[in-house]
């Protein structure tokens, strides 16, 4: 197999010797003149020094280190590193007869930097952010039917939104291996339908199960809202919870009608959940003061880039000061930010601002992140995306 190589200006390799997995483009000294997209290339420092391998890519991160020092980037590397994933899943107990839903790798955080992968039942569903995991999908696809485990028989490779669209790949989304047998999976005893084919990410939001878990236990006898809700994760915990309603909100119509079908699978014919095709703003402006007395706010990310972070902070700010000037006192909010740009400080921050807004007495009774199986590799603190605050508001 055939490496490019790449050398850094002098001091540049610093960062990987803490084990960071990127190599910036201001970093890179010289680099071999037929590099292409999603290339394997060896990285050296300034004095020669062979820091380790990875995959190329035209932009601001040129190169994902997949490994240290000369290992091979091969069929049997990915066998490897699937199977620690694996492993990991199953010390988490994850693979369980009432769930079967869960993330198997978690890019940086699984040490495959551009690679997610969502297992729903007997399905995985595949997703590269770099050209280098989208010429070795196969390769990953093989590997995951041949997990010990045997539970994977069906491999859909969903990229066709998370590529560059500068690398003109021109992806294709269908199943590497296997075909559709059932869109229904299972997460703490409670089913759900995936649209891995035309829904958002890989299908479902497997990174707030435990955060679900957690509401299911403040939902007894309260007036549930759900903001933002998508499939209806949360509005079908809190009805398991005893809630006395639920209210699931999404501006996509098609959002609103798989949180229906989601309901109608745990709790056919329930007449406690109704679901609302509108803007989350228009909504919450237009609701009675008292009105629900548990709100959750799980919006998409309001900033997908740095550049967009102060018009995020704005957001997630009137958002929260909407919720908390319409909550019945004594009521309970669950409030979460997926931006990556922003930090936990910021976001606490933006709630903080709307808390002294509303000129109410506010609580955290518990500060929230994403479960075990989105871990964060220590050395890249970026993979630290989810976070959520549980208010005690009066």
């Not at 709307?354 to 871990?375: E, F, M, N």
């Amino acid at each position: 197999m055939t490496y490019k190589k790449i050398t850094l200006r002098r001091g540049k390799e610093e960062s990987l010797k803490r084990f960071h997995p990127w190599v910036f483009s201001g970093a890179i000294a010289s680099a071999d003149d037929t590099i292409e997209e999603g290339d394997l290339v060896s990285v050296f420092a300034s004095d020669g020094t062979h820091m380790g391998n990875g995959h190329f890519q035209v932009g601001s991160i040129m190169v994902r280190v997949l490994a240290w020092g000369d290992t091979a980037i091969d069929d049997a590397f990915y066998r490897e590193r699937l199977e620690q994933a694996w492993r990991v899943r199953q010390a988490l107990g994850l693979m369980r007869d009432d769930n079967n839903s869960f993330r198997l790798v978690h890019g940086e955080g699984d040490f495959l930097p551009g690679l997610v992968i969502d297992v729903y039942g007997s399905t995985a569903v595949v997703q590269a952010h770099s050209p280098g995991m989208h010429f070795a999908r196969k390769s990953i696809a093989q590997a995951l039917v041949e997990l010990p485990c045997g539970m994977i028989k069906n491999v859909y490779y969903k990229s066709e939104t998370t590529l560059p669209y500068k690398a003109h790949l021109d992806p294709e989304n269908q199943y590497l291996i296997g075909e559709f047998d059932t869109d229904v999976a299972v997460e703490n005893g409670l089913k759900f339908h995936v649209d891995w084919l035309r829904g958002q990410k890989t299908g479902f939001f497997v990174d707030q199960r435990e955060n679900r878990a957690l509401l299911e236990r403040y939902s007894a006898g309260r007036r549930v809202l759900n903001m933002f809700c998508y499939t209806g994760g949360f509005s079908f915990y809190a009805m398991r919870g005893k809630a006395r309603l639920v209210h699931s909100v999404d501006s996509s119509g098609k959002a609103v009608s798989l949180t229906e079908r989601n309901v109608e699978l745990n709790y056919p014919g329930d007449d406690r959940h109704k679901a609302f095709a509108q803007d989350a703003f228009d909504f919450l402006d237009n609701i009675e003061p008292d009105a629900y007395d548990l709100i959750i706010l799980d919006p998409p990310a309001f900033a997908k880039h740095k550049s967009a972070l102060k018009n995020a902070l704005v957001g997630y700010r009137r958002l929260n000061a909407k919720a908390l000037s319409k909550i019945q006192s004594g009521g309970v909010l669950f409030t979460f930010s997926c931006s990556q740009a922003v930090s936990k400080e910021q976001f606490r921050l933006a709630v903080f601002s709307a808390a002294a807004q509303s000129r109410r007495k506010v609580r955290i009774l518990h500060q929230l992140t994403q479960p075990a199986d989105h871990p964060i590799n220590i050395y890249h603190p970026e993979g630290e995306y989810l976070k959520g605050l549980v208010l005690w508001v009066e």
